[in-house]
């Protein structure tokens, strides 16, 4: 009998051989599938006599055929790609937002509103040039908005997958759980849990493919999963995660039930949290600096500049400030303190009002320290300018409006009419003293005549100045106004002028008696005429020319007719900036460049300076340094905050006109587009380039990663083929030496059964 049992023990052993060839086989394509391997082994021999006879063949063992070091690399390297995949196509989509290069990128769109205000430079006053140049700027503003809406939206979508890869993880956990439970029961009934273990590594290298996890084998045949520490697995139980995120969007990943959070180190998550976290808010914020250096640099030259239409009859701010800081009461609060898109500098605005009939300039200047001046104060201040009236509306809105007659604008003009107090060449008898401060004392004196009749005398007490030693113009005029008929005293440029109010050659002006020199000196004496000069300035500063400046006649004359008739230019410290010549070489109207981008002209009339005949004026090169304009949005190209709402002023939109050229207000002047076309080589520009390139670095430096972790990858997954893969041919070969062994082992049987017959025959 012992026979057959051998032989019934190679039939079995060969068919479980054959059985395992077979699911290898129908495996071979299975992702995750190890190959099973037979071992065959002999059973116990039995004794007989001095010699042991066998007994046959198990089948011993099924061997599962892994390499654990393998498949836990195969994993860390699965993060690695995981990370590089997650980020790989969102960074994909940020680079298709720039559309760059190509006509429709914002590069082009920069380009586009430079050649614009350049083709405006040569014809500032063209009504195409002048759409062509709003539609370019409407353009540009669509493009900024338009990429900061791809990156919200690629912000969104990382967001969104974040969201989903959360999901897969819990999954994947509770999978996990449910197979250590499944192994643990299998191998505590002594079954080979192989399927099982090819199910638990691939859920751990689908895992991994999503987070950072790391398996560690517990003695029950079981593992634990942890991220970051925590436990994911732990047995037979899955801990949930979930993704939350801020009102910013910045998304966290914790634990559920303990409301840790979680950081990956690898994996799709990883690649995801990267570019939700980091990537789309960096580029957003580059974007959005960009966006509000080119707002705040184009705002400021349009906001002091001149339009076609001329100056502004009524202007509205652009930013309600009540509306964005809570309440009306933000109007009477430090301007520092106000929540703006753009801030307020201590420095000065200047305001110009224009008579519209005469062109006559009187500028204010309005010294602006935020952490002392409110909206409502500035107003105040706005509104006590004459012909100018300023208020606020509900929203804490800026409303300013001229006179009838009247027009307002912020450039740094010239005042065409620069000598007001008629100083210069009058036809009025005329007498001007230096330039103050004068240090007067208590009861000086000062006696004149006026067109030939009595002397009259003032006498000078401290309450006539806040400081009598340091005694200005102005108030010097204000006392001798008030105590003196006749004639009319005021301040220019610091200086005392007193005129008479006869004008022509029957006006006289005589200083009889002086006490104190340092004012005027006894013996002055004018006579008015009947040829008097008329002043005029033209022209914009150019080269950064500022300051306070004098024109002071050299000599006694007739313009354009006295030989060797000069007059002076002198800055605030008395220092020459050139001499002219406006005697017989001069014909009475030309302009002359007296200062960088400043002309003068003088009519024909006679210069006095035994009297000192001299007008002032200012130049400034900044006329809003407080950048209250830009603060406010007050005559602004661009209105919003940042890339996500900038678009052109509705009011420039609608009426090109408004497009703010001139620097001077003199019709056909364009230097202020010229101002506007040389930002083109300003930081922004350099800026927008650098985005670009970090854009596509970033694309570049993933795609490189990605396509050598993918080799990798492939490079290990081969090699766990090599070792855990199924080889058909390897396993035809099997499937014979086994086929060979059950022929062998039935063909025994079949030989035993014979010989027993035999046997029974004969003994029968």
């Known amino acids: 009998m012992l026979g057959f049992t051998i032989g019934l023990r190679a039939l079995s052993a060969a068919q479980q051989a054959m059985d395992v060839i077979g699911q290898n086989v129908s495996n071979a394509s299975t992702p995750g599938y190890s190959r099973r391997l037979t071992e065959l082994v002999a059973t116990t021999p039995l004794p007989f006599g001095r010699f042991q006879l066998g007994t046959g063949v198990l089948v011993g063992d099924i061997r599962r055929i ?62 195409a040039s002048r759409g062509a140049a709003v539609q370019s700027a409407t353009t540009l503003a669509a493009g900024f908005r338009q990429i900061a809406a791809q990156l919200d939206a690629a912000g969104a979508g990382a967001r969104g997958a974040i969201a989903s890869a959360v999901d897969a993880v819990n999954g994947l956990a509770g999978q996990l759980a449910d197979v250590n439970a499944r192994i643990v029961q299998a191998q505590a009934s002594g079954a080979s849990p192989s399927d099982l273990l090819d199910t638990r590594g691939r859920l751990l290298l689908e895992l991994s493919g999503l987070a950072d996890a790391q398996a560690i084998d517990r003695p029950d045949g079981s593992i634990d999963v942890l991220v970051d520490g925590r436990l994911l697995v732990s047995g037979d139980r899955a801990y949930r995660l979930e993704s939350v995120f801020s009102a910013d969007g910045t998304p966290t990943v914790r634990l559920a039930a303990t409301r840790e959070a979680v950081e990956f180190d690898g994996g799709r998550l990883r690649g995801l949290i990267d570019v939700a976290r980091d990537v789309v808010p960096a580029r957003l914020r580059t974007l959005d600096g960009l966006a509000r250096e080119l707002m705040a640099q184009v705002n400021h030259l349009h906001a002091t500049g001149v339009s076609a239409a001329g100056p502004y009859t009524s202007l509205v701010a652009a930013v309600a400030v009540n509306a964005r800081n809570g309440g009306a009461s933000a109007a009477g609060r430090p301007l520092s303190q106000l929540d703006l898109p753009f801030e307020f500098q201590n420095g000065r605005l200047a305001v110009n009002v224009v008579n519209a009939a005469t062109g006559a300039v009187e500028r204010t200047l309005i010294d602006v320290d935020p952490a002392r001046m409110s909206l409502q104060s500035l107003t105040a201040r706005l509104d006590s300018i004459a012909h100018l009236s300023a208020s606020l509306d509900s929203t804490g809105r800026l409303r300013m409006t001229a006179d009838p007659g009247y027009g307002f604008d912020f450039s740094p003009r010239l005042d065409p009419n620069p000598d007001d107090a008629d100083a210069f060449g009058s036809g009025t008898a005329t007498i001007s003293s230096g330039a103050g401060p004068f240090a007067l004392n208590v009861n000086d004196t000062l006696t004149v005549s006026v067109d030939g009749g009595a002397t009259q005398t003032i006498t000078f007490v401290a309450s006539d100045f806040a400081d009598i030693t340091h005694a200005t113009a102005e108030e010097v005029a204000t006392a001798v106004n008030a105590r003196l008929t006749g004639l009319n005293a005021a301040a220019s440029d610091g200086r005392l002028v007193l005129k008479s109010n006869t004008s022509g050659a029957g006006g006289s002006l005589q200083v009889t008696a002086s006490s104190n020199a340092n004012l005027l000196s006894a013996g002055n004496a004018d006579f008015g005429s009947d040829h008097a000069v008329a002043v005029s300035l033209s022209g914009a500063p150019t080269g950064g020319t500022a300051g306070s400046f004098t024109v002071v006649a050299k000599g006694d004359g007739t313009v354009g007719v006295t030989p060797g008739l000069t007059v002076e230019v002198l ?35 006679d210069l006095e300076a035994s009297h000192g005949d001299a007008f002032g004026f200012d130049l400034i090169d900044d006329s809003d340094s407080a950048n209250v304009l830009g603060a406010l949005q007050i005559a602004a190209l661009f209105t919003g905050s940042g890339a996500a709402d900038v678009d052109v002023a509705a009011a420039v939109a609608a009426d090109p006109r408004l497009l703010a050229g001139s620097r001077s207000g003199d019709p056909g002047d364009g230097s202020n587009f010229l101002s506007l076309a040389g930002l083109s080589g300003r930081t922004f520009t350099q800026g927008f380039g650098d985005l670009v390139a970090s854009v596509g670095v970033d694309v570049e430096s993933n795609r490189t990663a990605g396509e050598a972790q993918v080799q990798l990858v492939m490079t290990l997954e081969n090699q766990r083929e090599s070792i855990s893969g199924v080889n058909q041919d390897e396993e035809m070969l099997h499937l014979l030496e086994y086929q060979h062994l059950y022929q062998a082992a039935g063909k025994y049987l079949q030989t035993l059964s014979e010989t027993q017959q035999t046997l029974l025959d004969l003994l029968s």
């Open 571 to 605: 800055d605030a410290a008395g220092k020459s900036l050139g001499t002219f010549d406006v005697g017989s070489g001069y014909v009475p109207g030309d302009a002359i460049e007296i200062l960088p981008g400043v002309q003068m002209a003088l009519a024909a009339g």
């Open 66 to 127: 892994a390499d654990g070091l393998l498949d836990a690399r195969l994993r860390l390297q699965h993060q690695a790609l995981g990370r590089l995949d997650g980020s790989g196509y969102l960074l994909g989509s940020i680079e298709a937002a720039f559309q760059e290069p190509g006509d429709g990128g914002l590069g082009a769109g920069l380009d586009g509103l430079w050649n614009a205000f350049s083709q405006l430079t040569q014809s500032p006053s063209d009504g």
